[in-house]
């Protein structure tokens, strides 16, 4: 959904990306510097409810910036004739990892339950589901893209859309944190009928 205007803020970042070629970074060192920063907010999401839901506010920072760099590494790519099919390949790999990190410190925080850190009503099933949901839409584009079916922009929750959603219910957890048990069902339902539209999508296009 937000792939056009996503590239309109790639078009506005053209001065950042010279900033990040002169100080040496090359695409893959951002997206490294990302992957990095994704994991420190993947800390700072488990520990939010044993020291203070202020890191909630932290995770967000840390998750914006790093999906800051996921944008600048194409950027840089594409501005300074960097690109490469390994330069997209890994980006693609730590993307996931990073997913993976996040939602897998949520589910360690115990955020992912009407009450989070309480053992009776503790239960990762939606954390586990938006996970899955997660991976299976970057999924589905690969194997999509790898049988000639174009997927860009095809179901409501691509990567872009899965930060925002996050991000909204992160912050508003900070001042009640069961929203983010409400954000992690927002993204578990919508994660996964990405998943079927995508699926949905490939049937229709080989079918022609």
């Known amino acids: ?3 056009k205007l996503k590239k309109r803020i790639q078009e506005m970042l053209c001065a950042e990306a010279n900033i990040a070629h002169r100080l040496g970074l090359t695409p893959n060192k951002i997206s490294i510097v990302g992957f990095v920063l994704s994991l420190v907010s993947a800390v700072a999401y488990a520990i939010a409810p044993i020291h203070s839901v ?3 506010i932290l995770a967000v920072v840390f998750m914006l910036v790093s999906g800051f ?3 600048m590494d194409g950027i840089v790519a594409r501005t300074f004739n960097q690109t490469s099919a390994f330069g997209a390949f890994f980006d693609s790999v730590l993307d996931r990892y990073a997913d993976v990190a996040i939602y897998g410190g949520i589910i360690i925080g115990g955020l992912c339950s009407p009450v989070a850190g309480d053992g009776v009503l503790y239960n990762p099933i939606w954390g586990l589901a938006a996970l ?3 991976v299976l839409v970057s999924y589905t584009r690969a194997r999509a893209e790898g049988i ?3 997927m860009e922009s095809v179901g409501f929750a691509e990567r872009a859309e899965r930060m925002l959603i996050l991000g909204v219910f992160t912050i508003i957890a900070v001042f009640y944190l069961p929203a983010l048990y409400v954000g992690l069902i927002v993204l578990a339902v919508l ?3 990405t998943v079927i539209q995508r699926v949905h999508h490939v049937f229709k296009m080989l079918k022609k």
Do not use: H, R
């Open 54 to 56: 202020l890191f909630l």
């Open 148 to 150: 000639g079916v174009k």
């Open 1 to 3: 959904m937000l792939t």
């Open 69 to 71: 760099c996921d944008t």
């Open 191 to 193: 994660t996964n009928f």
């Open 132 to 134: 899955a949901g997660s």
